[in-house]
């Protein structure tokens, strides 16, 4: 019986996104049934396939962990105890397999006896068939063994992933995603970018609690909520307290709108404040471990410092996945009392009260068609979060990013989106440059040209976020190359509400 795969088990053993293999499965490319891929078919497709080797993979991976601000290699390896409960179901796999292997090779003994008695008879008729039986029997066990070493390597791997990397399945919205190194259930949910349901993520809260609906999981991390003896019985356990022994199958809903997370209000600390060009600056704020922020891409949260003396409402740059860590990006602006604070007084240390998440600027759960990102000076923040929210997601497959600077601004994280470019083979990164006291036909022009050079830009889905003209002209723009007003969302910078 041929090996089969889930899509993202296949994905990753050929190095490629869940969504490029998607659309093979769509375009008749790559058979595909009932959500499993043939191990013969991934390597008609990928024939240069390296399972442990795959530069373009890693580097993808890396900015997943730069996007979380953790280290990879921190993570390699599972809970030592989890890592022997794996280790012990797939020796007990491989017994059964060997003891089926077994009655299999003395059935297979017994009828090459009987077709040898039966070769010996007179009838001419009955050697025939025999003889038949037997040439079919011979290219059979050799074409399992041609194939057996063909696909050794990826047979392999996919033993070798369901150990390190369980496979975990969410009920009812279908959405899968790998458990990798020592990482709880929660964690590698959120580092998928699937907002889940969660409160401290710490074991105190219950939040995260959700029915296992088959699979077995252990606990690696202590935690003071109870779950009473009947919720135990039926399944149920703290996400954020448990790993994987085995894949899993887990009855927990998945957040697909803002209007399905409420707003929280959190109080954190000034972890950094960084300057990446003379008028800009980076804060990045810290929560407490057991109060972290629920949020999607693209959103943002209203932040007041200085006991209250200002405030001001600034998207949120970092991919919801990185619950804890927030970033804001902030444009030196002197009649703005919230900037004038940040680039004067504030220091590492200070508290911040943060209430969040507030908008609908989030990438659509049914999105398909390939993305624009539009982005002017300190409009790239909440553009920032989404694109590490998709390639966390792992779901689309093309991005186009098209940043508009001014003269005061600049491209201040061009290095990072030429790190994009680099390493993921479908986003495109074009920087632009305007001086801002431009005439707005001057903008027009620009923006028109660098959307005109896309191919079929009507069937591309497009998010932009600048200073509300920039906005303006953007739509109407794109509404001269034909695209449909709804396939367009916009983010006022900065944001009104």
């Not at 077709?115 to 079919?136: F, G, H, N, P, S």
Request: glycine residues 8%.
């Amino acid at each position: 019986m041929a090996k089969r795969l889930s899509v993202i088990r296949a994905a990753r053993l050929a190095g490629v996104t869940r969504a490029e293999l998607q659309s093979q499965i769509k375009r008749g490319e790559l058979p595909s049934f009932d959500g499993t891929i043939g191990v013969e078919d991934l390597m008609a497709l990928y024939p240069t396939t390296r399972l442990t080797d795959d530069r373009a993979l890693e580097r993808v991976e890396q900015i997943k962990a730069d996007a979380l601000g953790k280290d990879i290699a921190g993570r390699n390896l599972p809970d030592p105890r989890v890592l022997a409960q794996r280790l012990s179901i797939l020796g007990q796999k491989l017994t059964r397999a060997r003891q089926q292997a077994e009655h299999y090779a003395g059935a297979l003994e017994s009828l090459e006896a009987r077709l040898r008695e039966m070769e010996k008879r007179d009838d001419d008729a009955t050697r025939a068939v025999v003889q038949d039986i037997k040439l079919a029997l011979q290219s059979a066990l050799h074409q399992d063994r041609v194939e057996g070493y063909a696909s050794g390597a990826n047979a392999d791997g996919g033993v070798w992933m369901s150990v390190m990397a369980p496979q975990v399945r969410l009920v009812p919205d279908d959405h899968e995603f790998l458990v990798e190194g020592a990482d709880t259930v929660l964690e590698a949910a959120l580092r998928a970018g699937l907002s889940i349901a969660y409160g401290c993520s710490n074991g105190n809260c219950g939040e995260c609690k959700a029915r296992i609906v088959s699979g077995d999981v252990r606990e690696v991390r202590p935690h003071d909520f109870v779950i009473n003896e009947l919720e135990r019985a039926r399944g149920f356990s703290l996400l954020c307290s448990v790993a994987p022994v085995t894949d899993l199958v887990i009855e927990v809903g998945v957040a697909r709108s803002p209007d399905q997370i409420a707003v929280q209000s959190i109080d954190a600390l000034v972890r950094e404040i960084q300057r990446p060009a003379p008028h800009v600056c980076l804060l990045k704020v810290q929560t407490p471990r057991t109060r972290r922020l629920r949020f999607l891409g693209g959103q943002y949260a209203r932040v007041i410092a200085d006991d209250g003396a200002v405030e001001a409402r600034l998207p949120l740059a970092n991919c919801p996945c990185d619950d804890r860590n927030l970033v804001f990006h902030i444009a030196e602006d002197r009649d703005d009392p919230f900037a004038r604070y940040c680039f004067e007084r504030m220091r590492k240390g200070d508290p911040l009260a943060i209430e969040a998440p507030f908008g609908d600027f989030v990438i659509g759960d049914d999105e398909e068609r390939p993305l624009v990102f539009l982005a002017c000076d300190t409009g790239f923040a909440p553009i920032k979060s989404l694109i590490e929210h998709v390639i966390a997601l792992d779901r689309i497959q093309g991005m186009h990013l098209i940043w508009l600077a001014t003269g005061t601004v600049g491209h201040y994280q061009g290095n990072l989106c030429r790190s994009w470019e680099d390493a993921l083979d479908h986003f495109h990164y074009r920087p632009l440059r305007i001086n801002a006291a431009s005439d707005p036909q001057n903008w027009s022009a620009v923006l028109t040209g660098s959307l005109a050079r896309l191919e079929r830009p009507e069937a591309r889905d497009y998010y932009i976020a600048g200073p509300g003209h920039f906005a303006d002209l953007a739509r109407a723009a794109l509404r001269k190359l034909g695209v449909p007003e709804e396939q367009c969302r916009s983010q006022v910078i900065p944001p009104v509400g």
